[in-house]
């Protein structure tokens, strides 16, 4: 009875499943694996239960020649908390019945259904991208509009939360959505260690503007532009413009908007606005601060300010935020 009793105190991990199938990189599979896969025993968290699936339960090769073998089928695929589909083989040939299906089934019980590069054209086809704004790898964002013309493809953002569907850009634009996932369950804390573990940005500013490809030489520029931002996140808390901004790059205000946006893809605003929410987080997350000093400390200068920059952000407001994370922060902050 005892024992019983003890396995029913076990609280059940939050299911996680990714779609394997033949021609893939390991690559694709290892951003999922890393992120929900790994057991972090220096967080003390529960985390996920993670299981590799294919279409059929059978082997499949791998690029390289690795062959990767799992019990697990889409049955199990479309039965977890997450769905993950983290590409397609070729995005001009039709899915399978199967696989449409089990993401269908997916979404109708309330799954979060993600998409990575290509993943979005298994998505799509099982319609649930259907007047719904998703995006996926730039070279591929006009044949999946052409595909698809009820689906608003925006190949400009790294990934998009759609409230229960998400897509992402390229491969690595899958880990920017898999640290968001782990932060919308477990919160910012959380999820920024997991990030300095991976030795990733938390959270990155900026969309794929930034690597299309383009004729504009590379040169010194990026290297000054970077040693602003870093300038910047250790003056957070001050009021800084553009034109401090440009100065610590050795440039005028107008050459360092044009570089600043190639590099990261926005504003010099507006990637501060962000880095401020980003910094907001931990204090929501870890302390009883009131939020109107929180506002001061990140460097807005009201709480209203704030409050407008955060719920814009993160799709709620501060207190909000703070009542859902607040209490995880006893279960082990990340040191």
């Not at 925006?154 to 782990?182: E, I, M, N, Q, R």
């Not at 030795?199 to 004729?215: F, K, N």
Request: charged share 20%.
């Amino acid at each position: 009875m005892a024992t019983t009793a003890q396995a029913r105190s076990v609280p059940r991990l939050p299911t996680v499943s990714v779609l394997a199938y033949d021609g893939m990189t390991a690559f694709e599979t290892g951003i999922v694996t890393e992120v929900f896969g790994l057991r972090w025993p220096d967080l003390e968290q529960s985390w996920y239960d993670l299981r590799i699936c294919t279409e059929d339960a059978e082997p499949v090769d791998m690029v390289g020649g690795a062959r990767l073998h799992t019990p697990y089928g889409l049955e199990e695929f479309a039965e977890a908390d997450t769905v993950i589909v983290p590409s397609v083989k070729d995005v001009t040939a039709p899915v399978s019945a199967g696989l449409v299906a089990a993401l269908r089934e997916a979404h109708q019980r309330g799954a979060r259904v993600v998409s990575i590069c290509s993943g979005a054209f298994a998505l799509a086809a099982a319609g649930l991208l259907d007047d719904r704004r998703a995006t996926t790898h730039w070279k591929y964002a006009d044949a999946l509009q052409a595909s698809y013309p009820q689906v608003r493809v925006d190949s400009a953002p790294l990934y998009v939360d759609g409230g229960g569907v998400f897509t992402s850009a390229g491969c690595a634009a899958g880990l920017d959505l898999c640290l968001h996932l782990v932060r919308e369950d477990k919160g910012a804390a959380v999820a920024n260690a997991v990030a300095r573990r991976l030795i990733v940005p938390p959270h990155r500013e900026g969309g794929q503007a930034q690597y299309i490809e383009s004729p504009v030489a590379v040169d010194r520029t990026e290297d000054r532009i970077a040693l602003s931002m870093t300038w910047a996140l250790e003056h957070l808390s001050e009021t800084l413009s553009v034109a401090q901004l440009a100065d610590q790059a050795a440039m005028s205000p107008r050459t360092y908007l044009r570089h600043f946006s190639r590099r990261a893809g926005t504003s010099p605003i507006r990637w501060l606005v962000a880095q401020r929410v980003q910094a907001s987080l931990e204090l929501l997350e870890t302390t009883d601060t009131p939020i109107e000093e929180i506002a001061t400390a990140v460097g807005f200068d009201t709480a209203v300010t704030f409050r407008h920059h955060f719920r814009h952000a993160m799709h709620t407001s501060p207190a909000a935020y703070r009542r859902t994370f607040h209490s995880r922060a006893g279960e082990g902050p990340p040191p």
